[in-house]
């Protein structure tokens, strides 16, 4: 299994459920921008602009009808019911990056998930096919990981810590991280060294032919 559970366990390293093997070495953590997890994961500006359009929709309906201060009046509710989903939201994303932690090793990529129920994914390299970085102007982005074999995921379960919209093979991600271009460089190195360490299999030579010598 690619993730255990334990909500009761003290972690003895930050994003870690247990001390890493002899000979692994944390090569970074850190955790998703907050507001940048808001407005990626949560669509903010799409669900602030859904109630501003209720908003003037409404105070276009009724503009003919009633003295303009009253349309106004009417068109406020939507606004203040715009106000707390998008805190809701806002809120949401703060918890789930305060609870986040991803850790990048020479041997595996870590995340610890989740706010109401925590877990934490084991992604060795041996298990990663490719990474895709997807970087924004203010230099957070996230990076995607594809993972091969039967390596399987439930995206409702890692959401929001996946690559939108990939469900039929859910891609584990680091969400909306700073400096994702630096991350994304450690993370190739470190993949790149520990599977080229990894041990190649021979062909054994049949006894048959060790006999014809």
Known sequence: ???????????????????????????????PNWWALAKESLSLKWVAAYFVFLALWRFVAVMDLMPLSRAIQTSVPFLVLGAIAIALLVLI???????????????????????ALTMTLNLPYQWIGNANLDLRKS???????QTTGSTKLSYVMCWPHVRPWRMARTEPALRCIPDAANVAQILAAAAETRVSQAPQIQRAASPDAVAAE
């Open 93 to 115: 994303a703060y918890v789930q990056a305060r609870a986040t932690v991803y850790t990048i090793t020479n041997r595996r990529v870590a995340m610890r998930i989740g706010a």
């Open 139 to 145: 230099g957070t982005g996230t990076i995607a990981l």
């Open 1 to 31: 299994m690619p993730h255990d559970h334990d909500d009761f366990a003290v972690e003895p390293i930050k994003g870690l459920p247990e001390l890493p093997p002899e000979g692994e070495e944390i090569l970074w953590q850190g955790r």
